[in-house]
């Protein structure tokens, strides 16, 4: 098997990273987000290539062989952001410190000491990738070298791959030939000049043809085209310039061995440190120690074995004290890991004895004991497959994590134990059981392995909690803790558990009244295009709309033309074709998603049990999966009848809706303290008409339906930081007029433009900004010297203190609905949430009862300077309550 050698662009990764992460800073301010994107790829892209050799170049800011020939070159290029520029030395500093081997040469580029590296390794019969975004070094690819290009999405990094055999099919031209393009049409982020005139395809066409600018150059007398012939003879000398200065050299004088690319990512004490001063503690989690060190950090931890008599004789010594749990539930077997002071033990039970079960529940169920648990919601599920519960959490260290860093993307136990307390004894869960197809489960790790980890784990539970408290008081975010978060979990569990019943038949009918408009767009579809093909399949429709029907593309890919949804609005207008399709795919996802979806995880009692999560949000609002019920379609006719489709679990049963009336105006006018707000939601004065009599200087009740629906979209606009350009969008009106009404909003609104200047000074100063109960969020976008990012770090600033109250004030309704609930004994039950507005399925014998319940615990949530405004509906199925 070939050796692989595995390279990397280290400027060109840098900078996809900063961009594509938010910006990070640790407690002394030094940016780290470029040094966390950049790791982060490159540890993902190592573990899908294995590669035996590592290397990563980096430019050097000294002039270049290309400087020296031409003064203009890349003389357009803005500076790197500050922002990013101060990490450099930093990223080198960690790699340097991990033992990758980082090469540079003055004179010459990244991009030519890659191409030299890369060639000698072919040379060497080693496969190699090069990493980069910069697709010149498509000219080097080969058989052997391959090109990996990152591309920052939504859904997260894709990366796109280029042998030589892509470069033909998607360019048309060899990778040798692949420089004469770029010769030809210059290269305007390197201020490469090329000809005038010459775009991409007319290169690819000339190349194609004459093979190389030079013999394109030596034949030019056989062009017809005047003006292109015209060109070539004037700027012919400006072409082999630009040839010459887009060639990447592969023979740099680079003194090396591949010993020194060999690695080794077990990091020493000095990394260690490093990691931690620029608190990229999640990483170091994912990292292996080397031995010495890992012995250093890690206090030893004795892990007692208990037998059912041991943990009886623990439950009589541990009462009225906090114990902190690890746990694994698994083929009627539970792993048990408890902590309590110094002592650590565990005990495996077989969930089918009785008598180990009664002693397991003496212990769960019963509150008598203090229980640290992380994800205790999960555990919970858990312990209800095999009929147990759970009581007595007195601390859950995954919502405690959560609300101290509401933008980690992991709250693993032993991510925690880097962020709370400075060690790192434990590796995070994935790296122990894996991922994918070769997840291991517990009970198939080695009986040592087991047990230690989940003993050592419960004694991190309890070691890390007293920091966590800490914190969380240092925050003042102690009652948003105890008395929303925790409180919730039970909530959200129960609403898990009791889920939401679905008319099955009226699904499959639905199903197939989808499928029946699907059939008439095919047909339709199929018509205008004149064949049949594979509307799904991306390429096919490419092909169809832009090279049969000859549409104007506006982007191509590698593999092909893009149809994303961008692209395909812009012309919908223009060809009819183009809407069918878009209506199409919006059929289309409704069945997939709605339909086929939903009937996947129906169970026998036709019920979906989503899962509500509660870390998943920086602003602190709840999000489900499995399925989404919070992104159910409503804005159109086909979506809106999903809805109909949720019906009460019985005959008994109907369901009440309880629906905030604007509660984040309400939140504003508080928040604010604006006297006209206030006052018209004291008076239960229609808000969108006052703003539109404000904004567009009419009597109130002279307001169009028009001017209300467009201060409609002024009012919830800014609450969300809108700009002049996206409320042009919204409301099809010129970006001129849209400032205008921004502008007429805060002068007859200046409490609210005093607010949200205060806002924005506030988190400028301070780094984050805090909802009424304390949560809190980090932004250190708005001090980037990037305007787009600083510009998205004050709506950010403007719209989460705003939105983040309103999820609090919901969260505090929810809790409160639930225990009235569950104090008046009542059949009725709390079954779902969707941002504003909570659905109950309610017995038909307690309605009138949990009717007041209702409003009453959401109107009295939160005590604000204006009232909160619930509207209670009843109805047969979800949709017949809105």
């Given at each position: 098997?070939?050796?692989?050698?595995l390279?990397?662009d280290?400027?060109?990764i840098?900078?996809?990273?900063?961009?594509?992460v938010?910006?990070l800073t640790?407690?002394?301010?030094?940016?780290?987000?470029?040094i966390y994107g950049?790791?982060?790829?490159?540890?993902?892209?190592?573990?899908?290539?294995?590669p035996?050799?590592?290397?990563?170049t980096?430019?050097?800011?000294?002039?270049?062989?290309?400087?020296?020939?031409?003064?203009?070159?890349?003389?357009n290029?803005?500076g790197m952001?500050?922002?990013?520029?101060?990490?450099?030395?930093?990223?080198?500093k960690?790699?340097?410190?991990?033992h990758i081997?980082?090469?540079e040469?003055?004179?010459?580029?990244?991009?030519?000491?890659?191409?030299?590296?890369?060639?000698a390794?072919?040379?060497a019969g080693m496969?190699?990738?090069?990493v980069?975004g910069?697709?010149?070094l498509f000219?080097?690819?080969?058989?052997?070298?391959?090109?990996k290009i990152?591309?920052?999405?939504k859904?997260?990094?894709?990366?796109?791959?280029?042998?030589?055999?892509?470069?033909?099919?998607?360019?048309g031209?060899?990778?040798?030939?692949?420089?004469?393009?770029k010769?030809?049409?210059g290269?305007?982020?390197?201020n490469?000049k090329?000809v005038?005139?010459?775009?991409?395809k007319?290169?690819?066409k000339?190349?194609?043809?004459?093979?190389s600018?030079e013999?394109?150059?030596?034949?030019?007398d056989?062009?017809?085209?005047?003006k292109l012939?015209?060109?070539l003879?004037?700027?012919?000398?400006?072409?082999?310039d630009s040839?010459?200065?887009?060639t990447?050299?592969?023979d740099?004088p680079?003194?090396?061995k591949?010993s020194?690319?060999?690695f080794d990512l077990?990091l020493?004490?000095?990394a260690?440190?490093?990691f931690?001063d620029?608190?990229l503690?999640?990483?170091?989690?994912k990292?292996?120690?080397?031995e010495?060190?890992a012995?250093?950090?890690?206090?030893?931890?004795?892990?007692?074995?208990w037998?059912t008599t041991?943990?009886e004789?623990f439950?009589q010594e541990?009462?009225d004290q906090?114990v902190g749990?690890?746990y694994?539930v698994?083929?009627?077997?539970l792993?048990l890991?408890?902590a309590?002071?110094e002592?650590v033990?565990?005990s495996e039970?077989?969930l089918?004895?009785?008598?180990?079960?009664?002693?397991?529940i003496?212990?769960?169920?019963?509150?008598?004991?203090?229980?640290?648990?992380?994800?205790?919601k999960n555990?919970k599920?858990?312990l209800?497959k095999v009929g147990?519960g759970?009581?007595g959490?007195?601390?859950?260290?995954?919502i405690?994590?959560y609300l101290l860093?509401p933008?980690?993307k992991s709250?693993d136990?032993a991510?925690l134990?880097?962020l709370?307390?400075?060690k790192?004894?434990?590796m995070n869960l994935?790296?122990?059981?894996?991922?994918?197809?070769?997840?291991?489960?517990?009970?198939?790790?080695e009986d040592e392995?087991?047990i230690?980890?989940?003993g050592?784990?419960?004694q991190?539970a309890?070691?890390v909690?007293e920091a966590?408290?800490?914190?969380l008081?240092e925050?003042?975010?102690t009652?948003?803790?105890?008395?929303?978060?925790?409180?919730l979990?039970?909530v959200?569990?129960?609403?898990?558990v009791?889920?939401?019943?679905?008319?099955?038949?009226?699904?499959r009918s639905?199903?197939e009244?989808?499928?029946?408009?699907?059939?008439t767009?095919?047909t339709s579809i199929?018509?205008a295009?004149?064949?049949?093909f594979n509307?799904?399949?991306?390429?096919?429709?490419?092909?169809i709309?832009?090279e049969?029907?000859?549409?104007p593309?506006?982007?191509?890919?590698k593999?092909g033309?893009?149809?994303?949804?961008e692209?395909?609005e812009?012309l919908?207008?223009?060809?009819?074709?183009?809407a069918q399709?878009l209506?199409?795919r919006?059929y289309?996802k409704?069945k997939?998603?709605?339909?086929?979806?939903l009937l996947?995880?129906?169970?026998?009692?036709?019920?979906?049990?989503?899962?509500f999560?509660?870390t998943i949000?920086?602003?602190?609002r709840?999000?489900?999966t499995?399925?989404?019920?919070?992104n159910?379609?409503v804005?159109?006719?086909?979506g809106?009848k999903?809805?109909?489709?949720f019906?009460?679990?019985s005959?008994?049963?109907?369901f009440l809706?309880?629906d905030y009336s604007q509660?984040e105006?309400r939140v504003l006018?508080h928040?604010s303290?604006d006297p006209?707000l206030?006052k018209a939601?004291?008076e239960?004065?229609?808000?969108?008409?006052?703003t539109?009599?404000?904004v567009?200087h009419?009597p109130?009740e002279?307001?169009?339906?028009?001017?209300?629906?467009?201060a409609k979209?002024?009012?919830?606009?800014?609450?969300?930081g809108?700009s002049?350009?996206?409320l042009s969008?919204?409301l099809?009106?010129s970006?001129k007029?849209?400032?205008k009404y921004?502008?007429g909003?805060f002068?007859?609104?200046?409490?609210?433009?005093?607010?949200?200047d205060?806002?924005i000074?506030f988190?400028m100063?301070?780094g984050?900004v805090?909802?009424?109960y304390?949560?809190?969020?980090e932004i250190p976008e708005i001090?980037a010297?990037?305007y787009?990012?600083?510009?998205?770090g004050?709506?950010?600033?403007?719209n989460?203190?705003?939105?983040?109250?309103?999820?609090d004030?919901i969260?505090?309704?929810?809790?409160r609905?639930?225990?009235?609930?569950?104090?008046?004994?009542l059949k009725?039950?709390?079954?779902?949430?969707?941002?504003?507005?909570?659905?109950?399925d309610?017995?038909?014998?307690?309605?009138e009862?949990?009717?007041?319940?209702l409003?009453?615990e959401?109107?009295?949530?939160?005590?604000?300077?204006?009232?909160l405004?619930?509207?209670?509906?009843?109805?047969a199925?979800?949709l017949?309550v809105?």
């Amino acid at each position: 098997m070939k050796q692989k050698l595995l390279l990397f662009d280290g400027h060109s990764i840098a900078n996809r990273a900063f961009y594509g992460v938010p910006l990070l800073t640790n407690k002394s301010g030094q940016y780290t987000n470029a040094i966390y994107g950049f790791l982060n790829m490159m540890l993902s892209i190592m573990e899908k290539e294995k590669p035996d050799y590592l290397g990563i170049t980096f430019d050097l800011s000294v002039p270049t062989f290309r400087h020296e020939f031409s003064a203009d070159y890349k003389g357009n290029r803005k500076g790197m952001p500050e922002e990013l520029r101060v990490q450099i030395p930093l990223l080198k500093k960690v790699l340097k410190a991990m033992h990758i081997h980082i090469i540079e040469k003055e004179g010459f580029e990244a991009d030519d000491v890659l191409g030299t590296l890369a060639k000698a390794g072919e040379k060497a019969g080693m496969q190699v990738t090069v990493v980069s975004g910069d697709r010149d070094l498509f000219q080097i690819t080969s058989d052997m070298i391959e090109i990996k290009i990152p591309r920052t999405k939504k859904t997260g990094t894709e990366i796109e791959s280029f042998f030589a055999k892509d470069v033909v099919e998607t360019y048309g031209v060899s990778p040798i030939a692949f420089v004469d393009v770029k010769g030809l049409m210059g290269d305007a982020s390197d201020n490469i000049k090329g000809v005038p005139g010459i775009g991409e395809k007319t290169a690819i066409k000339l190349i194609k043809e004459y093979g190389s600018i030079e013999n394109l150059l030596d034949q030019v007398d056989q062009i017809t085209q005047k003006k292109l012939k015209e060109n070539l003879m004037t700027y012919a000398q400006d072409a082999r310039d630009s040839k010459m200065l887009a060639t990447i050299i592969c023979d740099v004088p680079l003194v090396y061995k591949w010993s020194d690319f060999e690695f080794d990512l077990a990091l020493d004490s000095e990394a260690t440190a490093l990691f931690r001063d620029l608190e990229l503690k999640s990483l170091l989690t994912k990292l292996p120690k080397m031995e010495n060190e890992a012995i250093a950090e890690a206090e030893e931890v004795k892990v007692e074995q208990w037998k059912t008599t041991d943990f009886e004789k623990f439950l009589q010594e541990s009462k009225d004290q906090m114990v902190g749990i690890a746990y694994f539930v698994e083929d009627n077997t539970l792993g048990l890991g408890v902590a309590i002071g110094e002592r650590v033990g565990y005990s495996e039970w077989d969930l089918t004895d009785t008598e180990a079960k009664a002693v397991l529940i003496e212990f769960l169920e019963s509150a008598t004991y203090q229980k640290i648990v992380h994800d205790s919601k999960n555990f919970k599920h858990e312990l209800l497959k095999v009929g147990l519960g759970l009581n007595g959490v007195c601390f859950d260290t995954f919502i405690a994590a959560y609300l101290l860093h509401p933008t980690n993307k992991s709250y693993d136990l032993a991510e925690l134990e880097e962020l709370f307390i400075n060690k790192q004894s434990l590796m995070n869960l994935e790296n122990l059981l894996g991922k994918g197809k070769s997840q291991k489960t517990w009970l198939q790790l080695e009986d040592e392995e087991r047990i230690n980890n989940l003993g050592k784990r419960s004694q991190l539970a309890l070691s890390v909690t007293e920091a966590m408290k800490e914190a969380l008081q240092e925050q003042n975010m102690t009652r948003l803790f105890y008395d929303i978060e925790m409180p919730l979990i039970d909530v959200l569990f129960d609403m898990e558990v009791e889920g939401i019943k679905v008319d099955p038949e009226g699904l499959r009918s639905y199903g197939e009244e989808l499928q029946g408009l699907l059939d008439t767009l095919t047909t339709s579809i199929y018509e205008a295009a004149g064949e049949s093909f594979n509307i799904n399949s991306p390429k096919q429709l490419g092909v169809i709309l832009f090279e049969k029907l000859g549409i104007p593309c506006a982007k191509k890919t590698k593999t092909g033309y893009s149809t994303a949804a961008e692209v395909l609005e812009a012309l919908k207008n223009d060809y009819p074709i183009v809407a069918q399709i878009l209506e199409y795919r919006q059929y289309a996802k409704l069945k997939s998603t709605y339909v086929d979806g939903l009937l996947n995880v129906l169970t026998e009692q036709n019920k979906i049990h989503s899962t509500f999560n509660q870390t998943i949000t920086a602003t602190g609002r709840l999000s489900s999966t499995e399925p989404n019920l919070q992104n159910i379609p409503v804005k159109f006719e086909m979506g809106k009848k999903i809805r109909q489709l949720f019906v009460p679990s019985s005959e008994n049963h109907i369901f009440l809706d309880g629906d905030y009336s604007q509660i984040e105006l309400r939140v504003l006018a508080h928040m604010s303290g604006d006297p006209t707000l206030i006052k018209a939601f004291k008076e239960n004065i229609d808000i969108h008409a006052l703003t539109a009599s404000q904004v567009f200087h009419v009597p109130f009740e002279d307001v169009t339906s028009m001017q209300r629906s467009n201060a409609k979209a002024v009012n919830f606009g800014i609450v969300y930081g809108i700009s002049a350009f996206a409320l042009s969008e919204d409301l099809k009106i010129s970006q001129k007029e849209a400032q205008k009404y921004i502008d007429g909003y805060f002068e007859k609104y200046p409490c609210i433009k005093a607010y949200l200047d205060e806002i924005i000074d506030f988190a400028m100063q301070n780094g984050y900004v805090e909802t009424l109960y304390h949560r809190k969020r980090e932004i250190p976008e708005i001090l980037a010297s990037n305007y787009n990012m600083r510009e998205f770090g004050k709506r950010v600033a403007m719209n989460t203190p705003i939105q983040g109250t309103s999820a609090d004030i919901i969260k505090i309704a929810m809790i409160r609905v639930h225990q009235k609930l569950k104090e008046h004994s009542l059949k009725s039950k709390l079954i779902l949430t969707v941002h504003d507005e909570l659905l109950i399925d309610a017995h038909k014998d307690e309605v009138e009862i949990v009717k007041k319940l209702l409003k009453e615990e959401m109107e009295h949530a939160a005590d604000l300077s204006v009232p909160l405004v619930v509207d209670v509906h009843q109805g047969a199925n979800w949709l017949a309550v809105k």
